[in-house]
């Protein structure tokens, strides 16, 4: 799979990628069926695509639709030829993650955020607060990966949230939380 040159983009390890999956699969109660039906009729959006290699995993996983979300037009070209090396069906938004969250009207079961790590804590907190509530299904769960070196992100109230950690990388995972309500 190309990837972008430069060292803008830092590809999630193949190690991270098969270990989120498998937890999507168990997350999705689907662990047990063929890899390429694990997210059968799940949205999913890649948000700071890079090479949109996580993208392509979430289709190669039966999601659709897949969205990938980058605001370098170089990322998004490679993700394309990806795409159509792959025969994966992915559709890439070639703009900043703030506008395409500012502007979807589509809602996603699973949103994946992979920023640089030199991305302020703040400014990936603010993007996790519009996405869940813009573009996060009443029962989706958003996935970030950050430095081990980074803070926890904050999720916003009602969610609760668990982590794994791989190294230098942190995966953190938030789904709204199902408590039932007490009637009075």
């Keep these: 799979m190309a990837t972008p040159s430069g060292r803008l983009t830092r590809p999630t390890t193949d190690r991270v990628r098969e270990a989120v999956f498998s937890a999507l699969a168990a997350w999705n109660a689907t662990a047990d ?3 390429e039906d694990q997210l059968a009729g799940q949205a999913f959006c890649d ?8 993208a392509l995993e979430a289709a190669s996983r039966g999601a659709s639709p ?21 025969r994966l069906a992915i559709e890439v938004a070639p703009q900043p993650v703030s506008a395409f969250l500012g502007e979807t009207r589509q809602t996603f079961d699973i949103v994946w955020f992979d920023p640089p790590y030199d991305v302020d804590d703040e400014v990936v907190d603010s993007l996790i607060s519009s996405a869940t509530h813009s573009a996060l299904a009443d029962d989706g769960v958003v996935v970030v990966e950050r430095s081990r070196r980074s803070r926890a992100p904050r999720f916003p109230e009602g969610f609760e949230s668990w982590d794994s950690r791989y190294g ?10 199902r408590e039932p309500v007490e009637q009075q």
């Design 168 to 177: 230098e990388t942190v995966v953190y995972y938030a789904q709204r939380n």
């Design 47 to 54: 948000l700071f695509a890079g090479s949109g290699a996580v």
């Design 33 to 35: 069926e063929a890899p």
């Design 66 to 86: 897949v969205v990938a979300v980058d605001r370098d037009r170089a990322a998004c070209t490679v993700m394309k030829e990806n795409s159509r090396a792959t």
